[in-house]
């Protein structure tokens, strides 16, 4: 980690939360993430060596503490108390990016394998009732290969799959990539998105009922956003 080469306390923290990736990394693991391919889809930007290297600093700093997985085969990653105190510094920040940096996206920010990767974890798998549902999610934009995804809600959980499961579809989801980003951000309502024609939703009436519930968004999609002084 590089240095400010000063002794003053915000320079000293600004070392280690600052570095590239890190505030990312500690994002997800506040999220529940805990193991390296967790962590890895939250910023897929980052190579897997360079993950590596950012984990092994943290560790060094006390920042997150690694620990043998119950199967004993690989390690998870955990915040240390020094670890949460940093978290409600990513939600300041993550509060102060939804109330000024709210804009229409970029090429390079619309990232298929980042929302699904939110999706999932934003999900409530009990939104169904506790029965087996299965989701189907198509991102009408995207390439044939890229386009059909899965959400097998069953036991409490949510699992995405790449590859069809099997099992009959409760509820199917249509609608471009960003249209899908802008609901998850809270920039546009699950409503707006289907009265507009924006998003497509087909199933059992139970199903379609659930969906507002099933539909995860960010935790701070609630925030609203303030006009920038130069955008007047």
Known sequence: MKSYGQFCPVAKAAEVFCERWTPLILRDMAGGACRFSQLKRGIPLASPS??????????????????????????????????????????????????WSRRPLEEHEIDLDLLLWAMENAVDPNAFGGARALVEVDVTDQPPHKRRWWFLNEAGRCELCVKDPGFEVALYIAADLPTLIYIWRGDLTLHSARAEGRLRAHGGRDAIRALPAWLGVSLLAHVKPEPRADAA
Do not use: C, D, M, N
């Open 50 to 99: 360079l993950l590596s290297s950012r984990l092994k600093a943290l560790e060094a700093e006390g920042i997150i503490e690694r620990r043998r997985s119950e199967a004993g085969s690989s390690w998870t990653y955990h915040l240390t108390p020094a670890g949460e105190e940093f978290v409600p510094l990513v939600l300041a920040l993550g509060t102060w990016g939804q109330r």
